[in-house]
Protein backbone atom coordinates (compact mmCIF):
# COMPACT_ATOMS: atom_id res chain seq x y z
CA UNK A 1 0.00 0.00 0.00
CA UNK A 2 1.43 3.43 -0.79
CA UNK A 3 -0.85 5.22 1.91
CA UNK A 4 -1.58 8.55 0.98
CA UNK A 5 0.70 10.27 -1.99
CA UNK A 6 0.82 13.96 -3.25
CA UNK A 7 1.84 15.51 -6.40
CA UNK A 8 3.59 17.94 -6.87
CA UNK A 9 6.24 17.85 -4.03
CA UNK A 10 7.20 21.68 -4.68
CA UNK A 11 5.46 24.36 -7.00
CA UNK A 12 6.44 28.24 -7.33
CA UNK A 13 3.48 29.98 -8.66
CA UNK A 14 3.30 33.30 -9.64
CA UNK A 15 0.74 35.81 -8.48
CA UNK A 16 -2.70 35.30 -10.17
CA UNK A 17 -1.96 31.39 -11.55
CA UNK A 18 -3.79 28.89 -10.45
CA UNK A 19 -3.13 25.02 -9.93
CA UNK A 20 -4.39 21.99 -8.55
CA UNK A 21 -2.82 19.75 -5.89
CA UNK A 22 -3.52 15.89 -6.51
CA UNK A 23 -3.82 13.63 -3.16
CA UNK A 24 -4.79 10.25 -3.45
CA UNK A 25 -5.45 7.51 -1.14
CA UNK A 26 -5.09 3.45 -1.10
CA UNK A 27 -6.48 2.48 1.78
CA UNK A 28 -10.66 2.84 0.94
CA UNK A 29 -11.05 5.31 3.59
CA UNK A 30 -14.05 7.24 3.69
CA UNK A 31 -12.55 10.40 4.97
CA UNK A 32 -9.96 13.21 3.38
CA UNK A 33 -8.82 16.44 4.82
CA UNK A 34 -6.51 19.12 3.09
CA UNK A 35 -4.45 20.83 5.91
CA UNK A 36 -1.81 23.83 4.89
CA UNK A 37 0.93 24.34 7.70
CA UNK A 38 3.13 27.79 7.58
CA UNK A 39 6.35 28.39 8.99
CA UNK A 40 6.49 27.44 12.71
CA UNK A 41 2.87 26.93 12.95
CA UNK A 42 0.37 24.11 13.31
CA UNK A 43 -1.58 22.54 10.79
CA UNK A 44 -4.89 24.51 9.99
CA UNK A 45 -7.85 22.56 8.10
CA UNK A 46 -8.75 24.07 5.19
CA UNK A 47 -11.72 20.77 3.68
CA UNK A 48 -12.67 18.39 4.27
CA UNK A 49 -14.63 15.40 2.78
CA UNK A 50 -16.93 12.39 4.45
CA UNK A 51 -17.18 10.44 1.09
CA UNK A 52 -17.45 10.59 -2.62
CA UNK A 53 -19.03 13.83 -3.54
CA UNK A 54 -20.04 15.16 -0.58
CA UNK A 55 -17.08 17.71 0.79
CA UNK A 56 -17.55 20.92 3.60
CA UNK A 57 -15.43 23.97 4.10
CA UNK A 58 -12.54 23.59 7.52
CA UNK A 59 -11.02 26.42 9.30
CA UNK A 60 -9.66 28.71 6.31
CA UNK A 61 -11.06 27.69 2.75
CA UNK A 62 -10.77 31.10 1.23
CA UNK A 63 -9.22 30.82 -2.04
CA UNK A 64 -9.32 27.23 -2.49
CA UNK A 65 -11.91 24.39 -3.64
CA UNK A 66 -12.43 20.96 -3.87
CA UNK A 67 -14.16 18.03 -5.15
CA UNK A 68 -14.31 14.51 -4.25
CA UNK A 69 -15.68 12.53 -7.29
CA UNK A 70 -13.79 8.84 -6.01
CA UNK A 71 -13.00 7.45 -2.92
CA UNK A 72 -9.27 7.48 -3.79
CA UNK A 73 -8.71 10.91 -5.19
CA UNK A 74 -9.30 14.27 -3.20
CA UNK A 75 -8.06 17.77 -5.33
CA UNK A 76 -7.19 20.69 -4.13
CA UNK A 77 -7.53 23.41 -6.71
CA UNK A 78 -6.04 27.28 -5.69
CA UNK A 79 -7.50 30.23 -8.10
CA UNK A 80 -5.93 33.37 -8.34
CA UNK A 81 -2.56 32.53 -5.97
CA UNK A 82 -1.80 34.79 -3.55
CA UNK A 83 1.50 35.54 -1.50
CA UNK A 84 -0.81 34.81 1.84
CA UNK A 85 -0.94 30.94 -0.09
CA UNK A 86 2.57 30.27 0.03
CA UNK A 87 2.56 27.23 2.60
CA UNK A 88 2.99 23.26 2.98
CA UNK A 89 -0.56 21.70 2.06
CA UNK A 90 -0.97 17.79 3.32
CA UNK A 91 -3.40 15.93 2.69
CA UNK A 92 -4.52 13.40 4.77
CA UNK A 93 -7.13 10.20 5.34
CA UNK A 94 -8.88 8.57 7.97
CA UNK A 95 -11.73 5.70 7.75
CA UNK A 96 -14.09 7.31 9.92
CA UNK A 97 -14.14 10.68 11.83
CA UNK A 98 -13.84 9.09 14.91
CA UNK A 99 -10.64 7.23 13.80
CA UNK A 100 -7.88 7.10 16.10
CA UNK A 101 -5.27 7.88 13.30
CA UNK A 102 -5.26 10.46 10.54
CA UNK A 103 -2.82 9.06 7.79
CA UNK A 104 -0.72 12.18 5.92
CA UNK A 105 0.70 12.53 2.49
CA UNK A 106 4.12 13.92 2.01
CA UNK A 107 3.13 17.38 1.23
CA UNK A 108 3.36 19.59 -1.65
CA UNK A 109 5.74 22.95 -0.48
CA UNK A 110 4.27 25.97 -2.26
CA UNK A 111 5.38 29.36 -2.51
CA UNK A 112 3.65 32.17 -4.32
CA UNK A 113 6.03 35.01 -5.71
CA UNK B 1 -7.39 32.23 23.06
CA UNK B 2 -6.15 29.73 20.61
CA UNK B 3 -7.93 26.35 20.60
CA UNK B 4 -4.81 24.38 21.29
CA UNK B 5 -1.89 26.35 22.93
CA UNK B 6 1.83 24.63 23.27
CA UNK B 7 4.61 26.27 24.58
CA UNK B 8 6.99 26.22 20.86
CA UNK B 9 10.53 25.45 22.62
CA UNK B 10 12.49 25.03 21.42
CA UNK B 11 13.26 22.50 24.43
CA UNK B 12 17.45 21.54 24.70
CA UNK B 13 18.13 17.98 26.72
CA UNK B 14 21.23 15.98 27.11
CA UNK B 15 20.55 11.98 26.15
CA UNK B 16 18.82 10.07 28.75
CA UNK B 17 16.86 13.26 30.21
CA UNK B 18 13.20 13.66 31.27
CA UNK B 19 11.34 16.17 29.44
CA UNK B 20 7.67 17.36 29.61
CA UNK B 21 5.83 19.00 27.30
CA UNK B 22 2.20 20.59 28.08
CA UNK B 23 -0.64 21.80 26.09
CA UNK B 24 -4.03 23.37 26.56
CA UNK B 25 -7.52 23.37 24.84
CA UNK B 26 -10.01 25.22 24.86
CA UNK B 27 -12.80 23.54 24.06
CA UNK B 28 -14.63 21.66 27.60
CA UNK B 29 -16.46 19.48 25.21
CA UNK B 30 -13.58 17.85 23.31
CA UNK B 31 -13.64 13.97 22.48
CA UNK B 32 -10.49 13.01 21.60
CA UNK B 33 -6.87 13.98 22.01
CA UNK B 34 -3.24 13.00 20.39
CA UNK B 35 0.23 13.52 20.57
CA UNK B 36 1.78 13.54 17.02
CA UNK B 37 5.25 13.47 16.20
CA UNK B 38 5.84 15.75 13.02
CA UNK B 39 10.06 15.25 11.85
CA UNK B 40 11.64 18.20 10.08
CA UNK B 41 10.02 19.09 6.53
CA UNK B 42 7.97 15.51 7.36
CA UNK B 43 4.35 14.96 7.47
CA UNK B 44 3.06 14.47 11.04
CA UNK B 45 2.68 10.88 12.16
CA UNK B 46 0.81 9.75 15.38
CA UNK B 47 2.85 8.93 18.08
CA UNK B 48 0.08 8.06 20.99
CA UNK B 49 -3.32 8.77 22.00
CA UNK B 50 -4.65 10.19 25.08
CA UNK B 51 -6.49 8.76 27.81
CA UNK B 52 -7.89 10.38 30.54
CA UNK B 53 -6.26 7.69 32.85
CA UNK B 54 -3.19 8.33 31.67
CA UNK B 55 -1.65 5.72 29.00
CA UNK B 56 2.19 4.91 28.44
CA UNK B 57 3.88 3.53 25.76
CA UNK B 58 7.48 2.62 26.23
CA UNK B 59 9.21 5.95 27.08
CA UNK B 60 6.39 7.32 26.39
CA UNK B 61 3.50 8.54 28.66
CA UNK B 62 0.82 10.84 28.29
CA UNK B 63 -2.29 12.26 30.51
CA UNK B 64 -5.44 14.29 30.06
CA UNK B 65 -6.64 16.42 33.24
CA UNK B 66 -10.35 17.38 31.41
CA UNK B 67 -10.94 19.33 34.68
CA UNK B 68 -8.21 21.64 33.55
CA UNK B 69 -8.39 21.30 29.93
CA UNK B 70 -4.35 20.37 30.51
CA UNK B 71 -2.87 17.17 28.07
CA UNK B 72 0.88 16.45 28.86
CA UNK B 73 3.20 14.39 27.13
CA UNK B 74 6.90 12.88 29.28
CA UNK B 75 9.37 11.06 27.32
CA UNK B 76 12.05 9.35 29.98
CA UNK B 77 15.79 8.63 28.80
CA UNK B 78 15.78 10.79 25.83
CA UNK B 79 17.56 9.81 22.30
CA UNK B 80 18.56 11.40 19.75
CA UNK B 81 15.92 10.11 17.61
CA UNK B 82 13.58 11.69 19.66
CA UNK B 83 14.43 15.29 18.55
CA UNK B 84 11.37 16.45 15.98
CA UNK B 85 8.32 18.44 16.93
CA UNK B 86 5.50 16.92 19.34
CA UNK B 87 2.12 18.44 18.09
CA UNK B 88 -0.59 18.62 20.24
CA UNK B 89 -4.22 17.72 18.79
CA UNK B 90 -7.90 17.45 19.95
CA UNK B 91 -10.70 15.88 17.43
CA UNK B 92 -13.41 17.89 19.29
CA UNK B 93 -17.12 15.76 18.91
CA UNK B 94 -14.76 13.22 17.03
CA UNK B 95 -15.94 15.21 13.94
CA UNK B 96 -12.19 14.58 12.35
CA UNK B 97 -11.91 18.10 11.89
CA UNK B 98 -8.16 17.89 14.18
CA UNK B 99 -7.51 21.00 15.73
CA UNK B 100 -3.62 21.20 15.85
CA UNK B 101 -0.98 23.29 18.69
CA UNK B 102 1.83 24.90 17.11
CA UNK B 103 3.76 22.33 18.27
CA UNK B 104 6.73 22.12 20.73
CA UNK B 105 10.41 21.44 19.26
CA UNK B 106 12.41 19.03 21.12
CA UNK B 107 16.53 19.13 19.96
CA UNK B 108 18.50 15.83 22.38
CA UNK B 109 21.65 16.71 22.44
CA UNK B 110 24.84 13.88 22.74
Known amino acids: NAGVTQTPKFRILKIGQSMTLQCAQDMNHNYMYWYRQDPGMGLKLIYYSVGAGITDKGEVPNGYNVSRSTTEDFPLRLELAAPSQTSVYFC????????????FGPGTRLTVL | RKEVEQDPGPFNVPEGATVAFNCTYS??????FFWYRQDCRKEPKLLMSVYSSGNEDGRFTAQLNRASQYISLLIRDSKLSDSATYLCVVNPSNTGKLIFGQGTTLQVKP
Open chain 1, 92 to 103: ASSYSAGAREQF
Open chain 2, 27 to 32: NSASQS
